[in-house]
């Protein structure tokens, strides 16, 4: 199955419709779960796999308008950092997973719990849950569902979060308020971050100097 995730990464951004999007997101979930962790090692430093993969989810991460597609996101990153922490940490900090994760933590509950938009309405609704709709209206079983998404969010991120702190406690200094700083050995000097040869789409510029704002 390994020799899928290449494929799985590439015909993502290029389907249209939603739910093929989400039974490729599914297929991508259901191979990092039951890939050994040797394997999944093998698999993600050979080429620009690692890159690939870390970038992946920071986009998935940005697609605010889908709280599926979310969860998708810190499931597989908590995944991979599970059973090769080693490789990811550092990827996935240079990369904005770990500060998407934390923002998730840091999202206010009521806000989450009632979605602002139609689209927002409209994921919650068809997304599957374990709430009894019998008697529901609609509209109430929308928010019902929006309010189970978030609380998932908000699992999948600590777990996240938990995992890296506890693999990066010598590079990784934590701050006040419980975010962290950026090691310095990709922290860059005059306050402008090395870029290397990343193509991320949330720069690592950008998360240094948020974190410097949060922590002020």
């Known amino acids: 199955p390994a020799i ?6 590439s015909i993502y ?14 297929s991508l979930e259901k191979m990092i779960k039951y890939l050994p962790s040797r394997e999944l090692c093998t698999l993600m430093t050979s080429g620009t796999t690692l890159v690939r993969f870390s970038e992946f989810i920071s986009y998935l991460l940005m697609q605010n308008h889908d709280m599926r597609i979310i969860i998708v996101a810190l499931t597989l990153a908590r995944n991979v950092m ?16 770990i500060a998407a994760a934390e923002a998730a933590v840091k999202r206010p509950t009521s806000s989450a719990s009632r979605p602002t938009s139609a689209s927002s309405l409209l994921s919650a609704a068809l ?14 079983a929308a928010v019902e569902s929006a309010r189970q998404q978030s609380e998932k969010v908000v699992s999948e991120a600590l777990a996240l979060l938990q995992i890296f702190h506890a693999n990066t406690k010598s590079d990784v200094k934590v701050l006040s308020t419980g975010m962290c700083e950026l090691p310095s050995s990709i922290s860059a000097h005059g306050g402008s971050i090395e870029r290397h040869d990343s193509k991320i789409l949330l720069t690592l510029q950008n998360v240094a100097e948020n974190l410097r704002l949060l922590a002020s």
């Open 13 to 26: 951004g290029s389907l249209l419709k939603s739910r093929t999007r989400q039974t490729c997101l599914s």
């Open 4 to 9: 899928f995730l290449a494929p799985l990464l």
């Open 127 to 140: 997304a599957p849950t374990a709430f009894p709709r019998r008697g529901l209206s609609p509209a109430r």
């Open 82 to 97: 599970e059973k090769v922490p080693d490789i990811f940490c550092e990827r996935f900090l240079r990369d904005g997973v």
